[in-house]
């Protein structure tokens, strides 16, 4: 007897669960909804997407005084160089092609040679100054990487100047060291 009382709320639940097998049985029928997009589901009209404000650009900050002054200092050691290179180079240019054909480590090469390196430590003191001047850039750059400053753009302005001379520093001493020989 005590069987028959556990059996009791089995044999009632015994209905309910052949109505859950069955159930698996409608999804075989063809006849569910499509789950593509309904006509009056697409979006129709014009409407134009609205543009955001512009954005009110950075007032510009000025390059600041000390920086000034620093760039002043590099560029102004730069054209001493510049002054320098020059001066020298018309002599170095001559004795160049006193030397040009003549044996290596000649009196006239060797003194050429000797004229070639002042232009060379002329080109090395501007160099240096260029150096000093993109290292700051750099720092600059690296504080404010987003927007450049007026100090970085003073900066950019007086590599920009001082790349020049070095560049054609360049070109003299490597047509001179060419025809030299070296």
Request: glycine share 4%.
């Amino acid at each position: 007897m005590l069987w028959q009382a556990a059996m009791k709320p089995a044999i009632a639940l015994f209905p309910l669960m052949l109505d859950a097998l069955s159930l698996p049985g409608c999804a075989t029928s063809r006849d569910y909804p499509s789950l593509a997009r309904r006509e009056v589901e697409r979006i129709a009209g014009a409407a134009e997407p609205v543009a955001p404000p512009a954005a009110e650009p950075a007032p510009a900050v000025p390059a600041d005084a000390d920086t000034l002054t620093r760039i002043r200092a590099l560029v102004a050691r730069a054209e001493a160089a510049n002054r320098r290179f020059t001066g020298e180079r018309g002599a170095a240019e001559r004795l160049v092609s006193q030397a040009a054909g003549s044996a290596m480590a000649s009196e006239s090469w060797s003194v050429a040679l000797a004229a070639l390196a002042g232009l060379e430590a002329a080109r090395n003191d501007a160099s240096l100054a260029l150096t000093q001047i993109d290292e700051l850039y750099v720092a600059e750059r690296h504080a404010h990487y987003e927007d450049p400053t007026g100090n970085a753009k003073a900066l950019a302005a007086a590599r920009d100047s001082v790349t020049a001379m070095v560049e054609a520093q360049n070109r003299t001493v490597d047509a001179l060291a060419r025809r030299l020989g070296v």
